[in-house]
């Protein structure tokens, strides 16, 4: 798909953590999101072990329902894919990242939340495929840094870089 002036605008339904944890609630996600007719369905991947530390017990049992495995996400990707819909995904550390890798993503997302996280950043760009970044919690120098770490990377990105403000 073509993203840009020219083209028509390329819709990105939020699916995010809505499932809750089930696999049907997710299809059932994706399939709202085709009859929308979204150009693409974006969830959030992480691991809650990963993200939140064990000290902080009340947060893990507040997010811990809204995590779907690496065989459910597959699950989903091969969903999408039949209902001819691109899957999309957030990941929130290099573990999510490296996961949406083996599922063959087109795009990788950087949350508005991740913009000054450089490291990730980077090792999104090594995936040499196009970036999404949201930048609704981040101020505009905060932003410039972002697409600063972007642009001196060794990867050519030859502009297939979206940035999504939300203001």
């Known amino acids: 798909h073509s993203v840009g002036k020219d083209s028509p605008c390329f819709v990105i339904a939020?699916?995010?953590?809505?499932h809750f944890g089930s696999i049907d609630k997710a299809k059932r996600l994706v399939d709202m999101a085709v009859r929308a007719q979204a150009d693409a369905v974006k969830f959030q991947i992480f691991d809650i072990d990963r993200m939140i530390s064990s000290e902080a017990q009340e947060w893990k049992e507040r997010l811990g329902d809204r995590c779907l495995s690496r065989h459910e996400f597959r699950q989903i990707k091969e969903y999408c894919d039949e209902q001819a819909?691109?899957?999309l995904a957030t990941p929130h550390d290099e573990y999510g990242l490296d996961q949406l890798n083996n599922l063959d993503v087109p795009a990788y997302k950087i949350g508005s939340g991740d913009v000054t996280w450089h490291e990730i950043i980077e090792y999104i760009v090594r995936k040499e495929k196009p970036v999404l970044m949201a930048t609704g919690a981040s101020s505009m120098e905060e932003v410039q840094m972002a697409?600063?770490?972007?642009?001196?990377s060794d990867i050519q990105l030859n502009g297939n870089v979206i940035l999504h403000f939300a203001y």
């Open 14 to 18: 939020e699916a995010g953590v809505a």
């Open 85 to 87: 819909i691109i899957f």
């Open 147 to 152: 697409m600063k770490v972007l642009q001196e």
